[in-house]
C-alpha cells in the first residue's frame, strides 16, 4: 500500500487547519471539546462522552460504555478522537463520525466504535438542545407512547429464580427473563454456585452442555405453571450452542412459548443462523455481540435473527442504529436494543428515543438503577409498570454530575476474571 498524502506531501503537512470545517457552516458554533467521564456507582464501569462547544452553556453527553475494556475507550476518545473533530460544526452529525471510522483506516470493533458512539450521541443530544425537542423529535417523532421492557429474572434454584420473577411480575413487568444456576463456574446470568460439577473431570468446575440442555426446559415447565400463559418468558444461551444443539434446546422449549430465545450461537457461527432459525419453533434474538453497523446489518438482510440485540454504543451509536431500525422495519425483524447495567443511563436514553420512533421496536431491555446512578444522571429514566417513557427535555434531558461522578471511582471489570473460568469438563474455554 503506497503512503498517504499526509504523511508524505509537505504542502500538506503545511495545512494548519487540516482537520478543519471542509464546507460553510450555517453559523460559528463549533466544537471546543472532547473529553470522558468514567464512574461506576453501581461497580459497573460506565464511560461516557462530553463534548463542549463555544456556546458555554451547550454541552453534549454519549454513551460509549464498554465495560471490559474502558481504558481503552478513553485513550481512543481523549488522545486521537478529540483532535478530529475540535473546530469543527456540531450539526454534521453523520460526516464526523466517517471522519473518526475512516481516519483511523483500521475500522470497526468495540474500542473505536464505542467512542465513536460517545461523540455520535453526544452530538444528537447537541442538536436536540439546539432545536429545544427531545432527540426523538428529531428522528421523526412517536410511533407509541412509550417502550415495554424485560427485566431479569435468576436464581441458585428453579423455586428462587421463579419467586424473583413472580417479584417482577407484581412491580409491573409483563415479559421476564429466566436465569437458572448450573453447577461449576460457567453459569450465566444467575448466582455462582461454588460446588464440583464433576470429581473425576480434569476441570472439575467445568460448564455441562447436556446438563444445561436438560435442566432448562424444566425450568420453563415450572414457569408457566406458576407464572401462567399472561406472563411473556425470554432466556439468554450466552452463546455456547452448536448450531445442532441449538436447535435441540428451540424444540425443547416450543411447548413454553418463549418471546424469544437470545444468543444461541457464538459470533464465529452467525453464518449458521439462517438455518438454525429456520428449524426453530422460537424466535431467535441475536446482535449483543456486534461490534459493527455492517455485523449487525448482516444479521438483519441474511434472514438469521427475528430480534435484533445490539449494544448500541458498540456498533457506533444512534447514527447507524437508527438504520438498522429502518432495515429492521422493512425485513420484518423487530428490535430488542441491550440495556442492562452496563448500559449508562445516556445510552439507555438513546435505546428509547430508537424505540418510540421506530415501527421495528419489538421489546427493550430493561435495569432498576440504584439511587446513586441517578444522583450522578439526573434526569435517568425509570421504569414504571414495565414501561420506559422518553424525557421530553431538549436532547436526551439527562445530564452527567461531574462531581457526583468522581464519588464513584471505576476499576477494571471483573468479567476478565470470571470468563478466564468457565471452561468445559476437560479445561478447554468456552464463549463466556
Known amino acids: 500500500m503506497s503512503e498517504s498524502p499526509r504523511d508524505t506531501d509537505p504542502q500538506v503537512l503545511a495545512v494548519d487547519d487540516v482537520f478543519g470545517q471542509p464546507w460553510e457552516a450555517p453559523d460559528d458554533l463549533r466544537i471546543t471539546g472532547v473529553s ?17 462547544t463555544s456556546d458555554p452553556g451547550l454541552v453534549g453527553w454519549g454513551c460509549a460504555t464498554f465495560t471490559q475494556r474502558w481504558r481503552a475507550v478513553v485513550t481512543y476518545v481523549e488522545e486521537h478522537l478529540a483532535r478530529l473533530v475540535v473546530g469543527r460544526y456540531p450539526g454534521d452529525i453523520e460526516d464526523l463520525v466517517r471522519l473518526v471510522r475512516f481516519s483511523g483506516y483500521w475500522r470497526e470493533g468495540p474500542v473505536g466504535n464505542n467512542a465513536v458512539s460517545g461523540l455520535d450521541q453526544a452530538l444528537w443530544d447537541i442538536a436536540g438542545k439546539r432545536a429545544g425537542r427531545p432527540v426523538h423529535e428529531l428522528l421523526g417523532g412517536r410511533v407509541r407512547a412509550a417502550a415495554d421492557t424485560y427485566l431479569h429474572a435468576s436464581g441458585r434454584t428453579v423455586e428462587e429464580c421463579l419467586d424473583h420473577a413472580e417479584e417482577l411480575v407484581a412491580r409491573g413487568q409483563r415479559h421476564v427473563r429466566l436465569q ?22 480434569p476441570y472439575p468446575h467445568g460448564w455441562r452442555v447436556g446438563e444445561y440442555l436438560t435442566a432448562t426446559p424444566k425450568l420453563f415447565a415450572a414457569a408457566r405453571e406458576r407464572l401462567g400463559d399472561e406472563i411473556e418468558l425470554l432466556h439468554d444461551v450466552h452463546s455456547r450452542l452448536s448450531p445442532k444443539q441449538a ?12 418471546f424469544f430465545l437470545e444468543d444461541v450461537l457464538a459470533p464465529e457461527h452467525w453464518d449458521r443462523l439462517p438455518e438454525v432459525r429456520a428449524a426453530s419453533p422460537v424466535p ?61 443511563p445516556i445510552g439507555v436514553a438513546a435505546n428509547v428515543a430508537l424505540d418510540v420512533s421506530s415501527p421495528a421496536f419489538g421489546i427493550q431491555e430493561g435495569h432498576v438503577y440504584a439511587e446513586a446512578v441517578h444522583e ?39 468479567h476478565d476474571a470470571w470468563a478466564a473460568r468457565v471452561r468445559g469438563l476437560d479445561g478447554g474455554l468456552l464463549a463466556p
Open 247 to 258: 436447535v435441540v434446546l428451540a424444540r425443547a422449549l416450543e411447548p413454553y412459548r418463549l
Open 376 to 414: 450522578v444522571f439526573p434526569g435517568a429514566l425509570r421504569i414504571e409498570d414495565g414501561w420506559l417513557r422518553p424525557n421530553q427535555a431538549p436532547g436526551w434531558g439527562v445530564e452527567v454530575d461531574e462531581a457526583a461522578a468522581a464519588r464513584f471511582p471505576a476499576e477494571l471489570s471483573g
Open 284 to 344: 431467535l434474538a441475536v446482535g449483543e455481540l456486534a461490534t459493527s453497523l455492517s455485523d449487525a446489518a448482516r444479521l438483519v438482510l441474511a434472514g438469521g435473527v427475528d430480534y435484533l440485540r445490539c449494544h448500541v454504543s458498540d456498533i457506533g451509536g444512534l447514527t447507524p442504529a437508527r438504520k438498522l431500525a429502518a432495515a429492521a422495519e422493512l425485513t420484518g425483524v423487530r428490535t430488542a436494543w441491550h440495556g442492562p447495567g452496563d448500559t449508562s
Open 180 to 201: 437458572v444456576s448450573q453447577p461449576g463456574w460457567g453459569t450465566y446470568g444467575s448466582p455462582q454456585l461454588d460446588g464440583v460439577t464433576d470429581v473425576h473431570a
Open 36 to 52: 470522558t467521564v468514567v464512574t461506576a456507582p453501581e461497580g459497573i464501569p460506565l464511560v461516557v462522552v462530553k463534548v463542549t
